[in-house]
Antibody, heavy 119, light 113 residues
């Protein structure tokens, strides 16, 4: 059973860069799946950030595209998120998720990690 | 972006009674491939969202048959035939007909009376 686990700093300073990693266990990052980052704001709204496939260019939410980088580390079986120039509006729970390969949705999610942007 | 709007934003239901949540999209979710890309999730307290329904009306693995989805075009509905205590949480609809980005509704909080 595939499991996902997010890790990274819980506190990031304004104008800094948020960096998170999602470790994939029980399966391979090179399986025929895309992998996504999704965040949930304190008011509970969900926002898709972007997705990556192990051998293709990532897709990003146009609203975040200028600040986001998603990458894969095959040897470590993980993928990562970098979000630059953060502000308090980027405070959220960040989830990594697996895209299904039979549709356009997400079937497995990590437990999420809360990231606060504050000085 | 395709906007999806849920109503109501909250509802309180007596156990054993039915519940219904509406999701409307700003454009048709019917793709030229013939599929309709509308999904339903439930987020239980302290957990990530879990997939309930895919492509309008198909229950995901392990989802009880008291959950059903229906609709077409821009109007969709999630129904729970008999609400149980374990159904509490926030329900989200999500569209993926036009990506990026995938977009979610605001969520509907279900409470038990």
């Amino acid at each position: 059973q595939v499991q996902l686990q997010e890790s990274g700093p819980e506190l990031v300073k304004p104008s800094g860069t948020l960096s998170l990693t999602c470790a994939v266990s029980g399966g391979s990052i090179s399986s025929p799946n895309w992998w996504s980052w999704i965040r949930q704001f304190p008011g509970k709204g969900l926002e898709w950030i972007g997705e990556i496939y192990h051998s293709e260019r990532p897709n990003y939410n146009p609203s975040l595209k200028s600040r986001v980088t998603i990458s894969v580390a095959k040897s470590e079986n993980q993928f990562s998120l970098r979000l630059s120039s953060v502000t308090a509006a980027d405070t959220a729970v960040y989830y990594c998720a697996r895209n299904v390969n039979w549709g356009r949705t997400f079937d497995i999610w990590g437990q999420g990690t809360m990231v606060t942007v504050s000085s | 972006d395709v906007v999806v709007t849920q109503t109501p934003l909250s509802l309180s239901v007596t156990p054993g009674q039915p519940a219904s949540i509406s999701c409307k999209s700003s454009q048709s979710l019917l793709h030229r491939d013939g599929k309709t890309y509308l999904y339903w999730y439930l987020q239980k307290p302290g957990q990530p969202p879990q997939l309930l329904i895919y492509e309008v009306s198909n229950r995901f693995s392990g989802v009880p048959d008291r959950f059903s989805g229906s609709g077409s075009g821009t109007d969709f509905t999630l129904k729970i035939s008999r609400v149980e205590a374990e159904d509490v949480g926030v329900y989200y609809c999500m569209q993926s007909v036009q990506i990026p980005p995938y977009t979610f509704g605001q969520g509907t909080k279900l409470e038990i009376k």
